[in-house]
């Protein structure tokens, strides 16, 4: 093998050290671990270099130019708003420049969100379950979770009461750096029964912490199995303890912790038995909450406690009706502003301030009302009341339970209430109205006529138009709206006092076979029967006799309704008219009917025919006549039992729209004889009776010949021969 030059060795030896990358840190970082600090500042080493070139990125790796950027080896990149970035730097030397380094930056200086809801539960062990939802974090992820526990709720601050903090000397962090979302605490210095506080606190990879969870309250179990109970009064500044219990306890110890937050007061110890009570002044004491706590054991030796946060105000708060005035009547919804607080030596600090109004009926919470700037707020919403005068009083509450009040009288007047109430009425009457007129048309659609319907309709009217005509004045918008509301009760009435029921029906039938026949019979012929016949394939027809029982104000009668129907069979819209040969045995003539729809009378048969209509494709449409006289029971039994519906010479005659039917003026019986010995089948109808007649005459004509031919023979051969 041949050796290398040493010259040739120098040469590529100094290649690769140009060739080098520079060592890139930053201070207070790792490469490619999450910091907290969003300010970045960048060290470059490289050896001899004299000028350097960087660039910042979020690509991995991005070679800068080769354009010298600065001469400094502590470059400040700047602050980043939180993500992944990266660094890349070349260095430039006597031996040129150098090979890119990359430095992966990772920025997250935002805490994780609130892990909230969070709940506290007491398990029957008598240790206490803390949970939470899960937090979140949009870069670094959330690392762990830290719990607190306090023995009290809130601390008295120089003279400021306020729930405790993690910072306070009562929270005691009872999980730290704790990865789930659930924590079972049973490290009590206290034993059982009594209630903890707690607030959550999520930790990010960046070590940001994020937002705490407000308090959460459990009341661990007591595994004793006596139910011990606590009340405290405060009488002459003496704060009286009462402990009771369903069993005897022993050893019973009665601590007092003041809001200072000081050691805890022993005001009674040693005591057993099923009761105790203790007093501890309060005199010169501050205000605030004082947390009473009594322990003691069971006969088997077991931990028995209550617990009890008396709060201590001997200040009561102070409230005042800021506005609006009441030297005038208002209306609508009003806003409020009452000036509130509750001062003195530590004072427990208001609770709530309320408004109330008592009218007529009694006392009403207004509304509670919200802190806005330097005042409380709070809307009345007059609209919900009558109108009237009302006390109005602004009443305060602080934490010890002590109250303040201020009122004020105002006069409700709300025209409003009014304005709706009639417009609601006169909406409810043109719907009641329309109901009414669509119920009457109905009844005019089965030709049921009751002008005294119309007429309750007309008064109604009248009241709603008076209505109208004195509501523009806000002394009579009351009796205009109930003005109104009457006239859609009336409206309302009408359909109340009609009751329409089927009482008998009876459809009249025919053999598709004979419908040539069936049509001259009804005395049409030529072009006018053809016409008939193809129509009438395209357009059927039904007729059904229909009784109506009408019951009206407490009467009755019935209506002989009889019911046309035409369906469109063609997929074609089509024109209609109807001919209808009516018998005598329903209506002597023409003048005996009535219909709702328009119709002609051809002769007085009667014979009619009904203006023409349209039907589209698939439509069905029903036309009802009926006789004009009002029938009684009799009658209508009559009627049905006369089974009229077969005295029909044909089924409703169909023809096009437009047809010429002046050609119809014969009598119809006069023809309906020639046709009727064409028809096989048919049923007993007026001609098959007339046929029927002669046969029965020539019968009876036969017989009277052959009874004239017996009496002669027997006076022939009897009588004759005897003389």
């Known amino acids: 093998m041949r050796k290398i030059p040493v010259l040739l060795s120098l040469v590529l030896l100094s290649a690769i050290v140009a060739a080098a990358a520079p060592t890139l840190t930053s201070p207070g970082r790792t490469a490619g671990q999450w910091s907290d600090n969003s300010s970045i500042t960048m060290n470059v080493s490289y050896p001899d270099a004299s000028q350097y070139s960087y660039e910042v990125d979020s690509k991995p790796d991005t070679v800068p130019d080769t354009v010298p950027e600065t001469s400094v080896s502590v470059i400040y990149v700047g602050s980043k708003a939180d993500g992944t970035y990266w660094f890349h730097a070349r260095a430039l030397s006597p031996s040129g420049w150098s090979d890119a380094a990359h430095f992966e930056l990772k920025v997250d200086s935002s805490g994780p969100t ?425 357009i059927t027809s039904t007729r059904k006799l229909e009784v109506l029982e009408v019951k009206f104000d407490g009467n009755s009668f019935y209506r002989a309704n009889m019911a046309i129907t035409l369906t469109n069979v063609d997929k074609n819209s089509l024109t209609a008219m109807v001919v209808e040969p009516i018998p005598k045995k329903f209506a002597a003539s023409a003048s005996d009917i009535n219909s709702h729809a328009q119709f002609t009378i051809l002769r007085g048969d009667p014979l009619i025919a009904f203006s023409a209509i349209d039907l589209n494709a698939g439509e069905s449409y029903t036309l009802t006549y009926s006789l004009s006289s009002r029938l009684t029971r009799v009658q209508a039994d009559a009627l049905v039992s006369s089974k009229v519906v077969g005295f029909y010479v044909s089924p409703p005659v169909v023809l096009p729209g437009g047809s010429d039917v002046s050609s119809l003026k014969e009598s119809l019986f006069s023809r309906a004889s020639s046709v009727i010995s064409g028809i096989a089948g048919i049923e007993w109808t007026t001609k098959n009776l007339i046929i029927a007649g002669i046969a029965i005459v020539l019968v009876l004509g036969l017989l009277f010949i052959v009874l004239v031919a017996a009496v002669a023979a027997i006076y022939f051969f009897y009588i004759k021969k005897k003389l």
């Open 114 to 538: 609130m892990p909230f809801p969070a709940t506290a539960t007491a398990l029957a062990d008598g240790a206490v379950s803390v949970s939470w939802t899960p937090s979140s974090d949009a870069f670094s992820g959330v690392a762990y979770y830290n719990v607190y526990r306090s023995n009290v709720a809130q601390i008295n601050d120089n003279g400021v009461v306020r729930d405790f903090t993690i910072r306070d000397s009562v929270a005691v962090k009872v999980a730290d750096k704790f990865t789930g979302t659930e924590y079972k605490d049973s490290n009590f210095s206290v034993g059982k029964g009594r209630t903890f506080f707690y607030k959550i606190q999520p930790v990010d990879n960046a070590s940001n912490p994020g937002a705490i969870t407000p308090m959460i309250v459990a009341r661990s179990a007591s595994l004793c199995g006596l139910a011990l109970s606590m009340s405290a009064q405060l009488k002459d500044k003496n704060l009286h303890v009462s402990v009771s219990s369903d069993g005897a306890f022993r050893g019973g110890k009665l601590l007092v912790t003041e809001p200072s937050g000081g050691p805890a007061a022993t005001i009674l110890d040693g005591v057993s038995g099923a009761s105790a009570e203790a007093w501890y002044g309060l005199s010169g004491k501050i205000n605030g909450d004082y947390n009473l706590f009594f322990s003691s054991y069971n006969d088997s030796y077991v931990p028995c406690s209550v617990q009890k946060v008396f709060t201590f105000d001997d200040n009561n708060p102070k409230v005042k009706i800021n506005s609006p005035a009441n030297d005038k009547d208002i209306n609508g919804v009003l806003a409020f502003s009452i000036s509130s607080s509750d001062e003195g030596q530590n004072a427990s600090g208001l609770d709530k301030v309320s408004l109330y109004a008592e009218g007529a009926s009694g006392e009403k919470l207004a509304g509670n009302a919200d802190m806005n700037g330097q005042a409380y707020s709070v809307d009345w919403n007059t609209l919900d009341y009558d109108n009237g005068r009302y006390k109005v009083t602004a009443r305060a509450f602080d934490k010890a339970g002590n109250k303040a009040e201020d009122s004020k009288y105002y006069v409700v007047r709300n025209t409003f209430l009014d304005k709706a109430r009639f417009e609601k009425a006169i909406s409810d009457a043109n719907s009641s109205r329309s109901a009414a007129i669509a119920f009457i048309n109905g009844l005019e659609k089965k030709n049921i006529n009751l002008p005294s319907l119309l007429d309750a309709v007309f008064a109604a009217d009248f009241n709603v138009s008076h209505a109208k005509s004195v509501s523009g004045n806000e002394f009579t918008l009351g009796s205009a709206s109930s003005e109104a509301e009457a006239a859609a009760k009336a409206y309302s009435a009408i359909q109340s006092r009609v009751a329409v029921s089927t009482y008998n029906s009876s459809a009249y039938e025919y053999k598709p076979a004979d419908l040539n026949a069936l049509i001259k019979a009804a005395g049409l012929e030529g072009a006018l029967a053809d016409s008939a016949n193809s129509y009438m394939a395209k």
